[in-house]
């Protein structure tokens, strides 16, 4: 599954563009690499975010094409 798509489906961002426009704004890495958009997530991955003053860090634990409002976090888990 695409990263923006993730991060939209988990809720972690409200938006598809807006998930997009974080990624190519380089604030968002994957597995410790810069990572754009398109990149293609797999259960297992770390994703972090640079959010204004915090960062949020978390683990894929689960790609459904779909997901309902009050399971979409359980896609993944917080890291400290």
């Known amino acids: 599954m695409r990263l923006d798509k ?5 809720r972690v961002i409200k938006r598809r563009t807006v998930a ?3 990624c190519q ?3 968002v890495t994957v ?3 810069p990572a754009k958009p398109s990149v293609k997530l797999k259960v297992g991955d770390i994703v972090c975010i ?4 915090g960062e949020v860090k ?3 634990t689960a790609l459904p094409e779909t997901v309902r409002k009050d399971e979409a976090a359980s896609m993944y888990e917080l890291l400290e």
């Open 58 to 60: 978390f683990k894929v």
């Open 50 to 53: 640079l959010f204004g003053s």
């Open 20 to 22: 997009n426009d974080v």
């Open 31 to 33: 597995n410790g690499k």
């Open 6 to 10: 993730f991060l939209k489906l988990s």
């Open 25 to 27: 704004a380089g604030r």
